[in-house]
T-cell receptor
């Protein structure tokens, strides 16, 4: 089955620690995305990548970092600089970035809680 | 800046009643529009999409949406809701730029027995 996997589903970390969230897709999609979801805020774009070894900041990139070394993988690191990291994180992918190709497919999400 | 507006934060509907969730988009040219549904603690699932052509589009789970350019709207409808339809619904659009989807803040649907 093709799809997007995110791991772990739940993640607990102490304040001040960096943490990396995994996202893998086997849909052969070029574009991948990370969103943050908070109650009443909808989805806010953190980073996106159109191709391997290239990525762009979204609306709320401060305190986060990403890499795109392989087409299938787009890990997100939540650094200690992120002031309020507790949230639900969603990864998505699409065939391309633009227009009709931007039908995005979503993973199941990772809930990060910073204690 | 591009924006998507979902005016209703919460909507309560009785099981078996009809449903309409509102969405207004901002991109003036030909938009690409989507409706997604999210169950609690889950990822988003695509319900339907509009790219061009027939302005009434059919989706999964008995949902449909109508594109109205004159009103900049893309409202989601279902003739008879089921308790399993209780979820969060997001409208989204792709505009002319190469910066991906813009999402509305979502509408939380509650189904009364």
């Amino acid at each position: 089955d093709g799809g997007i996997t995110q791991s772990p589903k739940y993640l607990f970390r102490k304040e001040g620690q960096n943490v990396t969230l995994s996202c893998e897709q086997n849909l052969n999609h070029d574009a991948m995305y990370w969103y943050r979801q908070d109650p009443g805020q909808g989805l806010r774009l953190i980073y996106y990548s159109q191709i391997v070894n290239d990525f762009q900041k979204g609306d709320i990139a401060e305190g986060y970092s990403v890499s795109r070394e392989k087409k299938e993988s787009f890990p997100l690191t939540v650094t200690s600089a992120q002031k309020n990291p507790t949230a639900f994180y969603l990864c998505a992918s699409s065939r391309r970035l633009a227009g009709a190709y931007n039908e995005q497919f979503f993973g199941p999400g990772t809930r990060l809680t910073v204690l | 800046a591009q924006s998507v507006t979902q005016p209703d934060i919460h909507i309560t509907v009785s099981e078996g009643a009809s449903l309409e969730l509102r969405c207004n988009y901002s991109y003036g040219a030909t938009p690409y529009l989507f409706w997604y549904v999210q169950s609690p603690g889950q990822g988003l699932q695509l319900l339907l999409k509009y790219f061009s052509g027939d302005t009434l589009v059919q989706g999964i789970k008995g949902f449909e949406a109508e594109f109205k350019r004159s009103q900049s709207s893309f409202n989601l409808r279902k003739p008879s809701v089921h308790w399993s339809d209780a979820a969060e619904y997001f409208c989204a659009e792709v505009g002319g730029g190469a910066d991906g989807l813009t999402f509305g803040k979502g509408t939380h649907l509650i189904i009364q027995p």
